[in-house]
């Protein structure tokens, strides 16, 4: 439905003829005519009597108006959002529990759309506490450990990898089993109250005590200690770092992982009226990973 029409009709009843309306929208009284003519037609039913005295409406008239001026003025209104939007300049915090690709390649889309927004992100080290209780917009997590928020699928998790030097014995294989990392020394990241990340937790639920030799804080730490100390870790397929950083690395899938099959979500606290950005963000993300998912 045209937009010019709309407004033409609205402004017709509202200045009380076409002539003064024509004026008031600096359009030509004959374009203006044939607009409401265009929109009559498309509606299949006549908006004015025009055998009497000036233009009145008629029933189907008046019962349109009301739903031009809802239209009109919904969409002038999603126009200003949007250039609010658009010049809006701000912060929008996210904390990443379980790193994956999906949440990188969103914030990448997201901040070419509104580059006058900021995203950063947290990682884990720096949110291990209550994370409800920070000033985060966001939380990247395992679904099952979202504790009921609304939420977003960004990622996969379906399998594991044996992360090493590209050097180690076993950087060759095909598939590794746990029984062949018994002798190896595995570092693993920990918050600042040494709880160990769930990689520690995987092994000793399928029976296995890993020899934990290094503990740090950090990926990049992680990286830096494989590399110099030939230590190994078990790491997601979602794992973004190692693929950025494969020169001296190797990583080799963990035979019997690929009955992991676990959503990462980007959750938000409901109704959380804190950042108005955060709304932008969380809009865009639902409509940016329903395009993805259906690829």
């Given amino acids: 439905m045209d937009m010019e029409a709309l407004s ?5 009843v509202e200045e009380g003829g076409m002539t003064k309306a024509a004026s008031v929208l600096h359009i030509s009284q ?12 498309e509606l ?8 009497g005295k000036g ?6 008239g008046e ?3 009301t739903w031009a001026k809802r239209l009109v003025s919904a969409i002038d209104e999603g126009k200003r959002s949007v250039q609010e939007a658009i010049t809006k300049k701000g912060i929008v915090k996210i904390g990443t529990f379980a790193e994956n690709d999906g949440i990188y390649y969103l914030v990448s889309a997201f901040c070419k759309k509104y580059p006058q927004i900021t995203v950063y992100l947290y990682d884990r080290k720096s949110i291990w506490a209550d994370f409800l209780s920070s000033d985060l917009d966001f939380f990247v997590l395992p679904k099952n450990e979202c504790r009921g928020l609304p939420s977003v699928n960004v990622a996969r998790r379906k399998n594991l990898y044996v992360l090493m030097g590209s050097g180690h014995r076993l950087a060759k294989r095909a598939l590794i089993q746990l029984k062949d990392l018994q002798e190896e020394r595995f570092v693993f990241t920990a918050s600042a109250d040494g709880k160990m990340d769930s990689m520690y937790t995987y092994c000793v639920e399928h029976g296995f005590e890993p020899r934990v030799s290094f503990l740090c804080e950090g990926v990049e730490s992680l990286l830096d200690i494989i590399l110099q100390t030939g230590a190994v870790t078990l790491v997601y397929n979602t794992f973004r770092q190692f693929r950025q950083r494969m020169d001296g690395l190797s990583a080799v899938p963990l035979d019997g992982s690929s009955r992991e099959n676990t959503e990462i979500v980007l959750a ?5 009226d804190t950042n108005p950005l955060a709304d932008i963000f969380k809009d865009f993300a639902v409509n940016y990973m329903e395009r993805e998912y259906r690829r």
């Avoid at 004959?30 to 037609?41: P, V």
């Avoid at 299949?44 to 055998?51: I, K, Q």
Wanted: proline letters at 0%; hydrophobic letters at 45%; charged letters at 20%.
């Fill in 8 to 12: 033409s009709f609205i402004s017709i």
């Fill in 30 to 41: 004959s374009a203006m005519s044939s607009s409401i003519g265009k929109l009559e037609k």
């Fill in 44 to 51: 299949g039913a006549a908006l004015f009597d025009r055998g």
């Fill in 55 to 60: 233009l009145q409406l008629t029933m189907e």
């Fill in 63 to 65: 019962f349109f108006l």
């Fill in 268 to 272: 938000w606290r409901d109704g959380n």
